[in-house]
């Protein structure tokens, strides 16, 4: 399983000088909706992580999509994380409590 990352160009640097090679710098809404769908058709990829403040800049459904998406698992990075903590995500995709 592999980690992808899509957002901004500045956000997916770090991840990229990190060591992920999966990542999709997208700067407008419509590349960053095509990049999230591709990371979602892409069997091979385990978590996608996403800058929070782009789950508001996504149609409403696509956002329903990854909040319920299990593989992936979406975590979404930064001050504001919306939907499910990063803790209830481990636990959905791996199904058991980590932090027990």
């Known amino acids: 399983m592999e ?15 990190a060591g992920v090679r999966r990542t999709y710098a997208a700067e407008s809404d419509e590349k960053l909706v095509e990049y999230i ?6 069997g091979t990829i385990g978590i ?4 929070s403040g782009d789950m508001n800049r ?3 459904r696509l956002q ?5 998406s299990v593989k992936p698992t979406v975590i979404a990075v930064g001050a504001e994380e919306g939907g499910l903590s990063m803790r209830e995500r481990i636990k959905r995709s791996v199904g ?3 932090w027990k």
């Open 48 to 51: 996608l992580v996403l800058q």
């Open 3 to 17: 980690i992808a990352v899509v957002g901004s160009s500045d956000f997916v640097l770090g991840f990229r000088l």
């Open 37 to 42: 769908t591709r990371v979602l058709d892409d």
């Open 64 to 68: 329903n999509t990854l909040e319920n």
């Open 58 to 60: 996504i149609p409403r």
């Open 96 to 98: 058991v409590d980590l």
